[in-house]
């Protein structure tokens, strides 16, 4: 039987896989993992698939598809302070974790409810959202090793985190998230981290900086996402997308200066050099261009969402090209307006920008 990644990518498209195989168990990721990686040099590794545009034809490379599940917390590590640490399997979906620790109080990770895909991705992307991002409360990871042949930890500060990438992203480390390990509060109040995202702290009421209880925070972050059809929901055609298409990019400050003044900036650690750094608005960058939500090439049936330009979606029947053709579209766009190039979020397979 041939399996299309069409079947397993929250944007519905891909081409057949010539070799896919399913992991449940975490030993049986491990074994999966070890023997695969010995017959090849690199895999496709795919959980909730809300990170992957794969292109329409065959995907040569082995799938190794991780559909683990479980979730404990480590009660005897519970500290003074009121740390607690909870350790999910890699193909336990985000959105489950986050719904765990909220029913239990736990803060940390409040901000980061409604994002698809797995607890494995999680760390490879950094992702954030609404002030919170993953690095903030992550511990360490297990990882199967390729090269090493080993199962190791990786602590956080091994892996490279920054801006939606990490080591892991960037390819400097073969191999496979097994489990991660969060370092989350549990204080007797219930209440979340101090909010630090203008945008959340206007819908929930309140100042930059306060703390709220993480039940409300968490279903006001819902509320925003399924604003922006960012929430997988059945009967929302926004939500048939990768998410946010295309990173923020962060650019010099002496280069921001050049860009009109209302464009949005948010200011960055410098660079290692010294250089200043500011962080632009991709989705302020592609509506200044000239593409508004809505827009679809003549004849394609991928369009930016109508909801947010930031996401590119599947309007029903959209191949991997279209949604790259449509892409591509959106980053001339930018360059030649801004001088800009916007450096797509999803990993992609067979298909180029």
């Known amino acids: 039987m041939t399996v299309r990644l069409a079947d397993y990518t929250t944007t519905r498209v891909g081409g057949p896989a010539r070799r896919f195989e399913t992991a449940t168990t975490r030993d049986e990721l491990v074994e999966r993992a070890r023997r695969l990686f010995a017959e090849h040099d690199e895999l496709v590794i795919?959980?909730?698939?809300?990170?992957?545009?794969a292109g329409d034809d065959p995907i040569d490379r082995p799938v190794l598809?991780?559909?683990?599940?479980?979730?404990?917390?480590?009660?005897?590590?519970?500290?003074?302070?009121?740390?607690?640490?909870?350790?999910?399997?890699?193909?336990?979906?985000?959105?489950?974790?986050?719904?765990?620790?909220?029913?239990?109080?736990?803060a940390g990770i409040e901000a980061l409810a409604g994002i698809p895909g797995s607890v494995g991705a999680a760390p490879v992307q950094n992702i954030g959202a609404y002030g919170q991002e993953v690095a903030s409360t992550l511990?360490?990871?297990?990882?199967?090793?390729?090269?090493?042949?080993?199962?190791?930890?990786?602590?956080r500060d091994d892996l490279g985190l920054g801006?939606?990438?990490?080591?892991?992203?960037?390819?400097?480390?073969?191999?496979?998230?097994?489990r991660v390990e969060l370092e989350l509060l549990d204080l007797p109040d219930d209440l979340g981290a101090p909010i630090a995202y203008a945008q959340l702290a206007s819908a929930l009421g309140v100042d930059v900086g306060e703390r709220l209880p993480v039940l409300r925070v968490r279903d006001?972050?819902?509320?925003?996402r399924a604003s922006k059809g960012?929430?997988?929901?059945?009967?929302?055609?926004?939500?048939?997308?990768?998410?946010?298409?295309?990173?923020?990019?962060?650019?010099?400050?002496?280069?921001?200066?050049?860009?009109?003044?209302?464009a949005p900036r948010y200011a960055?650690?410098?660079?290692?050099?010294?250089?200043?750094?500011?962080?632009?608005?991709?989705?302020?960058?592609?509506?200044?261009?000239?593409?508004?939500k809505g827009f679809s090439l003549p004849g394609s049936s991928a369009a930016i969402?109508?909801?947010?330009?930031?996401?590119?979606?599947?309007?029903?029947?959209?191949?991997?090209?279209?949604?790259?053709?449509?892409?591509?579209?959106v980053r001339v766009r930018v360059l030649g307006e801004f001088g800009v190039e916007l450096q797509p979020e999803p990993v992609l397979l067979g298909i180029e920008l």
Do not use: C
Request: proline fraction near 4%.
């Open 268 to 292: 960055q650690p410098a660079a290692p050099d010294g250089t200043e750094l500011t962080k632009l608005s991709a989705a302020w960058l592609i509506e200044q261009s000239g593409i508004g």
């Open 46 to 53: 795919l959980a909730g698939g809300s990170n992957t545009i």
């Open 163 to 178: 801006y939606r990438t990490s080591a892991l992203k960037r390819g400097e480390r073969r191999g496979v998230v097994l």
């Open 305 to 329: 969402s109508s909801k947010h330009t930031l996401a590119i979606t599947n309007r029903g029947g959209a191949t991997g090209e279209e949604i790259a053709e449509l892409a591509r579209y």
């Open 139 to 155: 511990r360490r990871i297990e990882f199967y090793d390729a090269d090493l042949d080993e199962v190791i930890w990786i602590m």
């Open 220 to 224: 006001t972050v819902l509320g925003l």
């Open 230 to 262: 960012m929430v997988l929901d059945a009967s929302d055609p926004d939500s048939v997308s990768s998410g946010s298409f295309f990173v923020n990019p962060v650019v010099s400050v002496a280069f921001a200066r050049e860009l009109p003044r209302d």
């Open 65 to 106: 598809h991780i559909a683990t599940r479980g979730i404990e917390t480590v009660d005897d590590q519970r500290d003074d302070a009121g740390t607690v640490l909870v350790v999910a399997e890699a193909g336990e979906p985000w959105v489950e974790l986050v719904d765990m620790a909220v029913a239990l109080g736990f």
